[in-house]
């Protein structure tokens, strides 16, 4: 299965900042197929960009997705308070689909 | 709307059983491949089963092959996920989860982009 691991496992930064996360798979994603998810405590996952770079119906466009084949990032531009939560990338090109383990956005 | 609603967790006593449904509405669910993703506590997310739109097509992931089984009734918009055999690693939220509404049954591959509110399953003495 591919491995997915995500870096840093926890981000300190202040509002207005810009965010960079790091998704990287033990194999080739094939197609691109790498989305982001943000969570919040108590909620489930919302997905923020698909197919590596698309963003998803009502996403703001401080979200950006990028990357291909084996490394992938996610880009917040101006970070707002309500940004500060857990991120996962997920691979869909192969299945089992696997999960990162998380990058953990926190208020510095 | 798109909505998913699950139930029937609960606390279990390992080697115990339990059934989980998912509630859905807001799209022509037979149509659709769903899955089942679960989130133990403090745990990266975790693909657990996936079926097709017909039910023909059935996919588990290893850990829980030979113990899980999915179905699907689509004259309810119900999704279903049968819990045996459980282990204290079982513990998690389970989520049902859905494509895109742009899908097709063609495609291979998919993200998941609606979820519902997840349901609690406790393995415990």
């Known amino acids: 299965e591919i491995v997915l691991t995500q870096s840093p496992a926890t981000l300190s930064l202040s509002p207005g900042e810009r965010a960079t996360l790091s998704c990287g798979a033990s194999?080739?994603?094939?197609?691109?197929?790498l989305a982001w998810f943000q969570q919040k405590p108590g909620l489930a996952p919302r997905l923020l960009i698909y197919d590596a770079s698309s963003r998803a119906t009502g996403i703001p466009d401080r979200f950006s997705g990028s990357g291909s084949g084996t490394d992938f990032t996610l880009t917040i531009s101006r970070l707002e308070p309500e940004d500060f939560a857990l991120y996962y990338c997920l691979q869909y090109g192969r299945s089992p689909y696997t999960f990162g383990q998380g990058t953990k956005l926190e208020i510095k | 709307e798109v909505q998913l609603l699950e139930s029937g967790g609960g606390l279990v006593q390992p080697g115990g059983s339990l059934r989980l449904s998912c509630t859905a509405s807001?799209?022509?669910?037979?149509?659709?491949?769903m899955s089942w993703v679960r989130q133990a506590p403090g745990k990266r997310l975790e693909w657990v089963s996936a079926i097709r739109g017909s039910g023909e097509n059935i996919y588990f992931a290893d850990s829980v092959k030979g113990r899980f089984t999915i179905s699907r009734d689509n004259s309810k918009n119900t999704l279903h996920l049968q819990l045996n055999s459980l282990r204290a690693e079982d513990t998690a939220v389970y989520y049902c989860a859905s494509p895109p509404l742009h899908y097709a049954s063609t495609w291979a591959h998919y993200y998941f982009e609606y979820w519902g509110q997840g349901t609690l399953v406790t393995v415990s003495s």
């Open positions: 807001g799209f022509t669910f037979s149509n659709y491949a």
């Open positions: 194999q080739t994603v094939g197609s691109n197929y």
